[in-house]
């Protein structure tokens, strides 16, 4: 698998609890090499006509780009909420090691099929 095969995907969660429990399904599941929780971030966004800020964890999840459907998809079922952020990245860059370890930790093999 070349750079271009992998993707970078942020996602938001209400709390880091939450954030740690999503970040286990993803890499359990095999959807994710490596998610990294960032404890607190402040978001600012549009919803219900208003104006919303509030502190929300974020995750960086690293993820073959074959698998951002299926992620999104497990996100989507996990997340508490109704819309949560999923937004996959390109990914220009990456050392030769780490992309081995990319490979190697999204494959196929031991997946749940759900």
């Known amino acids: 698998m070349s750079h271009a095969d992998f993707l970078v995907v942020l ?3 209400p709390t880091v609890a939450d954030a740690r429990r999503i970040a286990r399904v993803l890499i359990e599941e095999r959807l994710a090499a490596c ?3 960032l404890p607190e971030c402040r978001s600012v966004y549009r919803w ?3 104006v919303v800020e509030e502190a929300e964890a974020m995750m960086i ?4 780009r074959d698998l951002f459907p ?3 998809r497990r996100v989507t079922e996990v997340h508490p909420y109704a819309v949560p952020e999923v937004v996959g990245l390109p ?3 990456v050392t030769d090691p780490y992309r081995r370890f990319l490979s190697d930790s999204v494959g196929r ?3 749940d099929p759900r």
């Open 11 to 13: 996602i938001t969660a």
């Open 91 to 93: 990914v220009i860059k």
């Open 109 to 111: 093999e031991g997946r």
């Open 70 to 72: 299926e992620l999104a």
């Open 48 to 50: 219900d006509d208003g």
């Open 61 to 64: 999840a690293k993820t073959a």
């Open 35 to 37: 998610v990294n929780v």
